[in-house]
């Protein structure tokens, strides 16, 4: 991600930009933040979560274009990769002009990131969004990382998440999706062809 130059913008400022073009940008601290295309793997893998999570979730409550505007001392908005709406989370957005979870909003139910390669996106999605999704309230929040074959999901406790990791054959535990039978090699080989 890149950061564009310029002055701080408010929330109401960033939800307002429009550069004339196609790219999309985070709000981070106020600054205006270029976000990359994803890999093709990258999106394999949100692909097939997705279409695994369809088989628990109506299709209005699973998203992987809704933004989420956290809460500090600065404006902020994080664009998961994929995201899992509560039923009066999807109602509320339904009238929304924008894609985008306001902080009047409930919090969606489970945030999925897949990690892209990098050290600043491994801090971005292991540390600061890990700060800022518990802050949020958000139930249950997955890292799925193609560069270490890992997957953690973090469980909200009393404010704070609570990480267990996948790796291998090993099924992922989910609080959310009980009933989800995926192993972590699964996810992560997901659009490989066998």
Do not use: H
């Amino acid at each position: 991600m890149t950061a564009i130059a310029g002055k701080r913008l408010t929330l109401e400022e960033y939800l307002k930009y429009d550069d004339g073009t196609d790219n999309q940008y985070e709000l981070v601290a106020g600054e205006l933040v270029a976000v990359p295309p994803e890999s093709p793997k990258n999106v394999q893998i949100s692909l097939f979560l997705l279409v695994n999570l369809l088989k628990f979730v109506p299709i209005n409550c699973l998203s992987n274009k809704v933004e989420i505007v956290i809460s500090g001392s600065r404006a902020t908005t994080r664009i998961p990769d994929l995201i899992v709406l509560t039923d009066e989370l999807a109602t509320a957005l339904k009238g929304a002009t924008q894609s985008t979870i306001t902080l009047d909003m409930p919090p969606p139910l489970l945030v999925i990131e897949v990690v892209s390669p990098g050290k600043a996106n491994e801090d971005r999605d292991y540390r600061y969004k890990r700060s800022e999704y518990a802050a949020r309230g958000i139930a249950e929040y997955w890292i799925v990382d193609p560069q270490t074959n890992k997957i953690a999901v973090l469980t909200l406790v009393d404010g704070f998440y609570e990480a267990t990791k996948f790796i291998g054959n090993t099924a992922i535990v989910s609080t959310i999706f009980p009933e989800l039978q995926l192993t972590a090699q699964q996810i992560l080989n997901a659009g490989e062809s066998d």
